[in-house]
Structures are given as structure tokens and as C-alpha cells.
T-cell receptor, first 113, second 111 residues
Framework: GAVVSQHPSWVICKSGTSVKIECRSL??????MFWYRQFPKQSLMLMAT?????????EQGVEKDKFLINHASLTLSTLTVTSAHPEDSSFYIC?????????FGPGTRLTVL | GQQVMQIPQYQHVQEGEDFTTYCNSS?????IQWYKQRPGGHPVFLIQ?????EVKKQKRLTFQFGEAKKNSSLHITATQTTDVGTYFC???????????FGTGTSLTVIP
């Protein structure tokens, strides 16, 4: 149990376009989901906490108008990278909270040309 | 703010040797979790420690939480090539409101 999926697993887009990434908890409900980004050989940096039915809480330095988060249901959170630029290229990972444990999705590799 | 450092950053060991990574926090923690991330993969939960001085074992892995609840260690006995990956600690601060990942230790096991 406790499986989290992400879609797409990788995406390449042109600079200036928007990209939506989905995070789903497949076999449990998650009131809280988290979005991270990870640069090569670096740790995970928390971007925001996504709460079902309310606004996301963003970490300091993360632009909420650029990284739109919607937690529409107890099993789905989406991250939209708006007007993407090459510096947004990264590995984006979501996690869903179940009890005290976070279960991570497989990640989405975003490349912005 | 919270700082979570792991040492060493990188470790190369011969297969069969032991390995230890340390996680150190600047503040007292509510709990600590350990994750393993294989190259190209996502973090996978290993264990959570809550009590001061707690020691837990999973086969060849031994996890310890410091008495002051500011540090933790992960020890692998007789490493195998399947142990390759980056080991992250993740901490929840005393308020329970913030969750941070450590800097990670990348383990390479040489056959």
C-alpha cells in the first residue's frame, strides 16, 4: 500500500509555456501533499505544502504565481509551472502524507528549452 | 532557521566494508526519518525515530537517535552493491510544523 504516482514522468517544453504535473495517491487519501525540486546531486528542497481544500503554503523564495498548486481532492495535487524558463529545469518530486510518513512519487523531470 | 547537515557528503567503500552516515541538526528535533534514493529514483522511506537514544535495526542497517535529539546515525554492516544510493535524513523540528531534508550522503560500493 501507500503508492504515489506522478504524471508525466518527463516533459520537455519550450521557454514561455506552462507545464502541469500531477501527483496522485493511488491507494490512500492524503490531506497533505508536498512538492519538492531536486537539482542533480543535491538534496530535496521543499517548495510548498499542498492542503486539500485550501491554499498551498509556499516556502520562502518560491514564487506562488509561478508555481501554481491545486489540491482538488484527497488523492490529487497538481503543480503548474507557468511561463517556464530554462532555469526551471529540474526534477520535481511530490510526496503524500500518511500518518507520520511521506510517500514519494517517482518524480517528473522537466527540461525547458 | 533549521540546518540539517549530513557527513560525509560522499563515501566509497569496498563491498563488505561497513558504512556510517551522520545527520546533525542545529535544533532539537521532534523526530527524524531516513530515506534512501537510488540513482535516478525517488526517496524511499526507511524508518522513523522518535525517542531520545532510540536504536532500531533493519537487517544490516542500524539507526540511532541521539540522546539530545539533535543528531542521528545510519550504520550499514557489510555493505553490498545493492546499498548504492544517497541516504537522506529528514527532520521535523520541535514545533512539528517544519520538515527538512538533510544534505544527503552518497554511497558507492565497489565490488
Amino acid at each position: 500500500g501507500a503508492v504515489v504516482s506522478q504524471h508525466p514522468s518527463w516533459v520537455i517544453c519550450k521557454s514561455g509555456t506552462s507545464v502541469k504535473i500531477e501527483c496522485r495517491s493511488l491507494d490512500f487519501q492524503a490531506t497533505t501533499m508536498f512538492w519538492y525540486r531536486q537539482f542533480p546531486k543535491q538534496s530535496l528542497m521543499l517548495m510548498a505544502t499542498s492542503n486539500e481544500g485550501s491554499k498551498a503554503t509556499y516556502e520562502q523564495g518560491v514564487e506562488k504565481d509561478k508555481f501554481l498548486i491545486n489540491h482538488a481532492s484527497l488523492t490529487l495535487s497538481t503543480l503548474t509551472v507557468t511561463s517556464a524558463h530554462p532555469e526551471d529545469s529540474s526534477f520535481y518530486i511530490c510526496s503524500a502524507e500518511r500518518g507520520d510518513t511521506q510517500y514519494f512519487g517517482p518524480g517528473t523531470r522537466l527540461t525547458v528549452l | 532557521g533549521q540546518q540539517v547537515m549530513q557527513i560525509p557528503q560522499y563515501q566509497h567503500v569496498q563491498e563488505g566494508e561497513d558504512f556510517t552516515t551522520y545527520c546533525n541538526s542545529s535544533t532539537t528535533l521532534s523526530n527524524i526519518q531516513w530515506y534512501k534514493q537510488r540513482p535516478g529514483g525517488h526517496p524511499v522511506f526507511l524508518i522513523q525515530l522518535v525517542k531520545s537514544g532510540e536504536v532500531k535495526k533493519q537487517k544490516r542497517l542500524t539507526f540511532q537517535f541521539g540522546e539530545a535529539k539533535k543528531n542521528s546515525s545510519l550504520h550499514i554492516t557489510a555493505t553490498q552493491t545493492t546499498d548504492v544510493g544517497t541516504y537522506f535524513c529528514a527532520v521535523t523540528d520541535k514545533t512539528g510544523n517544519q520538515f527538512y531534508f538533510g544534505t544527503g550522503t552518497s554511497l558507492t560500493v565497489i565490488p
